[in-house]
């Protein structure tokens, strides 16, 4: 047996067992498990287009395919030092601070060389004072843009007034 929940369009999620029949699961998916008053009949086989399908009966066709994760090539680490926050986002997104849950370390893992837009906003009472990169001092601009290709860690850098 296999178990088997749906998530319908309204949130509802519901779950059953199915029947192995050779390469196929198939089965009522009803009220039985999950106290519900709605009816299933599902097949679940390797029919798919370069993948699984799901049929429910009556109803519509499913077809679950094989996606190729990409290999990531780097993580994008960003930190502070002292009272501040930062945004950032990827270029050509629109980059804004969240005064509510201030970002003070985020970490973002990319596939392919990326470049990102990343702003320092120091707290009252502070300043801000650079960017390190590595540990390396980067850059006294509070927004600067660079590219990740690699693994690397962003620090913004504040001190008291």
Do not use: C, R
């Not at 296999?2 to 998530?7: D, G, L, R």
């Not at 990326?114 to 980067?138: L, Q, R, Y």
């Amino acid at each position: 047996m296999w178990a088997v929940s749906v998530i319908l369009a309204n949130g509802d999620v519901h779950g059953w067992f199915l029947k192995q029949k050779g390469e196929t699961l198939s089965g009522n998916l009803n009220s039985e498990i999950d106290d519900t008053d709605v009816d299933y009949i599902v097949t679940i086989s390797e029919e798919g287009e370069k993948g699984l399908m799901m049929e429910v009966e009556g109803g519509e066709t499913y077809h679950f395919t094989e996606e190729e994760t990409p290999e990531y090539i780097g993580l994008l680490k960003i930190n502070t030092e002292g009272l501040g926050s930062f945004a950032y986002g990827k270029e050509g997104e629109k980059v804004e601070f969240d005064e509510e849950f201030p970002t003070q370390s985020a970490t973002e893992n990319v596939a392919e060389p990326t470049k990102f837009v990343i702003k320092a906003k120091p707290d009252d009472g502070w300043k801000f004072v650079k960017w390190t990169k590595d540990g390396e001092d980067f850059s006294t601009e509070p927004e600067i843009t660079v590219e990740v290709s690699e693994d690397v860690e962003y620090i913004a850098v504040f001190e008291t007034e």
